[in-house]
């Protein structure tokens, strides 16, 4: 499963992402599990990759392909731009989420 956790700050603004595990790690292969991998992964390197080429803001990400560990987070405020690809990716996330669900995909909002 991937458990996603969005990072918030008190204006409920999406000020980053925390992602761990693979939605192919069932112990029975169920269809729907690599295109769940597939989506998540490309939405969310689509979004980091966005915010640095048509920004400027600053970010920290971390990921390890084994684990499915990814991280990003905003290193001190954002643009109006990152804001809006951080709020697409969520949308995304919460569209394959509610489409799939458990066992392949779980989020939690977390206030920073």
Known sequence: MINVTVLV?????????EMLGHAGLADDHQDGQELVCAA??????????SVEQFTDDAFE????????LFKFR?????????KLLMNSLVFGLEDIA???GEPYIKIRFEEV
């Open 98 to 100: 509610e489409m799939y």
């Open 9 to 17: 700050d008190s204006k409920q603004n999406y000020t980053g992402i």
């Open 40 to 49: 998540v992964s490309a939405l969310t390197l689509n979004m980091a990759n």
């Open 74 to 82: 905003f290193a001190q405020g954002f643009s109006s731009e990152s």
């Open 61 to 68: 990400a971390d990921m390890d392909e084994e684990t499915g």
